[in-house]
């Protein structure tokens, strides 16, 4: 174990419950819980095996309950995620991992357009392969991640789905997920109550072993942003930015343009001792940034 990370796990006993106070208080909002919808097909893209989950996992879990169809669509072959096992093995671990969640998430069907890590920004073919499952599968919500984010392949998955929809003449509801990049408070515009799904998306994100990084944070947030809305039987909340089809082109042709400072600007949130760092490392910026597309 090297020396930051031992300094991290001594620090956490006291740093973890402050982190969850302060949060508690970042949060603290009156807003409405949005009822999920009882929709009949729902699209899910993922930019890496795993995304899904931590982002939507209890979402997903939720649309069970209405017998909707949920199909994901996997963007990269995720084999950059670990150096220390081989390319190849890696992916197809990867897969083997999301064939353990599936079921347990409630998603109907899988699909892989094997971009590889890094090169999803500005990909014609995978915009082509995508055109053709959203064209085929008509889902009335689409879920994304989102146009603000610290992981070059996450912003660039929204700017392709973007980049579809202008073919497109579907007008789904869109919903962009929060994965490396915790939006600010007053920009999220849709909450979803999964207390009844948390132990399920808890044990999900427990498969993905072959996975360096720690998924605590991610847990630990769905919590705090319960805070967000004023009924204490919700304990537990997924949040998106929810737009319609044209709002969502709009808001990526805004902020697609600076992109490429986001990986240098924003701090990924997976790791609880470190969440205060990622959600106030330049939030004043942020939200200026969001204030763009309003």
Request: hydrophobic share 35%.
């Amino acid at each position: 174990m090297n020396a930051k990370k031992m300094v991290m796990n001594v620090s956490e006993p006291i740093i973890n419950p402050v982190t969850k106070m302060v949060l508690k208080k970042h949060y603290q909002r009156t807003k409405d819980i949005t009822p999920l919808e009882k929709a009949k097909k729902v699209l899910v893209l993922a930019p890496h095996m795993d995304d899904e989950t931590i982002g939507l996992g209890g979402t997903l879990h939720e649309y069970k309950k209405f017998n909707t169809e949920v199909h994901c669509v996997f963007i990269t072959d995720g084999a950059s995620s670990n150096g220390s096992v081989e390319k190849g093995k890696i992916s197809q671990i990867r897969k083997n991992e999301i064939d353990q969640v599936k079921d347990m998430l409630g998603i109907d069907s899988i699909y892989y357009l094997d971009v590889p890590d890094g090169e999803v920004k500005g990909n014609k073919k995978a915009e082509n392969e995508l055109n053709e499952l959203v064209s085929w599968i008509q889902p009335e919500v689409i879920y994304t991640t989102g146009n603000v984010d610290a992981h070059p392949d996450h912003v660039a998955t929204a700017k392709l789905l973007s980049d579809v929809l202008k073919r497109s003449d579907l007008k789904p509801i869109i919903r962009q997920y929060e994965i490396n990049c915790p939006v600010p408070p007053d920009d999220i515009n849709c909450i979803i109550d999964i207390t009844e799904s948390i132990d399920v998306k808890k044990r999900a994100t427990e498969v993905f072993t072959s996975q360096a990084i720690a998924f605590d944070g991610f847990l630990v947030l769905s919590g705090v942003k319960a805070n967000l809305v004023n009924d204490k039987n919700v304990k537990y909340v997924e949040t998106f930015i929810q737009s319609t089809k044209e709002q969502f082109i709009k808001q990526t042709e805004l902020l697609s343009k600076n992109a490429e400072t986001y990986p240098s600007l924003f701090k990924q949130a997976n790791r609880t001792v470190t969440l205060l760092w990622a959600i106030y490392k330049n939030l004043d910026k942020k939200k200026k940034i969001y204030k763009e597309i309003h």
